[in-house]
DNA sequence: CTAATTTCAGTCAAACTGACATAC
DNA sequence: CGTATGTCAGTTCGACTGAAATTA
């Protein structure tokens, strides 16, 4: 006998699965997870990812503009570069112009890093949008753009 | 004079822009925000709407089963289940067929509490979407459905 | 015996806050 | 003076782990 609902399957209530913000986080929900699998084998973090991209990309740069390119806060970025330069994937040197600032690089451990980063995230981007179609993968890109 | 990178608009990293993972985990943080914003008035968070809901949809359940419905782990249940006690939003009842379950069940202040947090949802959901067409958005849904 | 359910005490990543020292 | 930068300590939310106690 069963006297409160706990048959087989106790599916996701009808309220959540019509908020875009529940399907969101849900989906959000996989991709994490299936970076940090990824990433587990490489003590890595998302920030990490982040940071390195960022100055990859915009060359010696203060933290302040580390954080707005990353979108991290600067104490988030505080930290972080503290355990990149930990392994010595970036460089803190003063800023000579500005004794607020410091430059942060990125040593070329740290762009190797970087680059094997990348490679395990795009395989995860495959996994990822596994059951879409090519037309999905184009939509999915523009409308998440859109809600940035 | 400037050294260093750190001029106005530090971009986001085209590397970055170009994961899908990416402008999911960004586009979820613009609704945590609005989310989260919109519930500090009343003091509340996702957990407990999802399991109020999971109450609401299915009835008086196990801690199991409302974890299978909200998607959150059975230690995760028995916390907000707590906070949601002490509110008397939920009512925890032993189960007599089987000692080692209780038998939750909301409230008539809990169901009250879930309409009027899924009034503040319905208003996020509108601000959160406002960029995109009605085609869009229902495009959004199909494809992040699938992406579950 | 094993398995299921609840509870407890944590970890971890990520986003964020407030305060402080320093330098502009 | 007020503002910008970096640092530090701490909070919150969410997802998750491991172990204990109880009972089926």
Known sequence: ?????????????????????????????????LISDAFADHAATGHQVRVLAALQEQ??????????????DRSDVARVLDSLAADQFIRRRPD??????????????????LRALRHV?????????APLTNQERTDLRIILAKLQ
Chains 1, 2 share one sequence.
Do not use: C, F, Y
């Not at 399957?9 to 986080?25: F, H, R, V, Y």
């Not at 395989?123 to 949008?129: I, P, R």
């Open 59 to 72: 060359g010696p740069s203060s933290q302040i503009s580390i954080g707005r390119a990353a979108h991290l």
């Open 121 to 129: 995230l795009d395989a995860v981007q495959q996994e990822l949008l």
């Open 96 to 113: 000579p112009s500005d004794g607020r600032r410091k430059i942060v690089s990125i040593t070329t451990k740290g762009s190797r890093r």
């Open 1 to 33: 006998m069963i006297a409160v609902q706990d048959r087989p399957n106790p599916s996701t209530p009808a309220m959540l699965q019509a908020l875009p913000s529940w399907l969101l986080s849900q989906a959000n929900v996989r991709a994490h997870r």
